[in-house]
């Protein structure tokens, strides 16, 4: 079993920055890759940014690329979020997820084995 603990989430101006933080424990020793996904009320949960754990391979959605940065702190088991110049469109629950490598693409929720409890993120205009 693995657990993950995220925080950072709040409310933040349209420019401003966040960032979110994922802690795991637990069996983590096969950890392939951790990631972000974020689902907004009404919508569906879309990919957000992954990150590969021994080689630090990153891969990020379009509507982010350019804005935010994945980044893994392997001795405390942390993989961060950072998120510059938010946009209201980017309000949503923000979930952390963790998996092992299966050749299913880190885009999808199906990569993943463990999800975080989610933490809220609000950009106001």
């Known amino acids: 079993q693995v657990q993950l603990v995220e925080s950072g989430g709040g409310l933040v101006q349209a420019g401003g920055s966040l960032r979110l933080s994922c802690a795991a424990s637990?069996?983590?020793?096969?950890?392939?890759?951790m990631g972000w996904f974020r689902q907004a009320p009404g919508k569906e949960q879309d990919f957000v940014a992954a990150i590969t754990w021994n080689l630090g391979n990153t891969h990020y959605a379009d509507s982010v690329k350019g804005r935010f940065t994945i980044s893994r702190d392997a001795a405390r088991n942390t993989v961060y979020l950072q998120m510059n110049s938010l946009k209201p469109e980017d309000s949503a629950v923000y979930y952390c997820?963790?998996?092992?490598?299966?050749?299913?693409?880190?885009?999808?929720?199906?990569?993943?084995?463990?999800w975080g409890q989610g933490t809220q993120v609000t950009v106001s205009s």
């Open positions: 637990g069996r983590t020793f096969s950890t392939y890759a």
């Open positions: 997820a963790i998996g092992g490598a299966r050749g299913i693409t880190l885009r999808s929720p199906g990569a993943y084995d463990y």
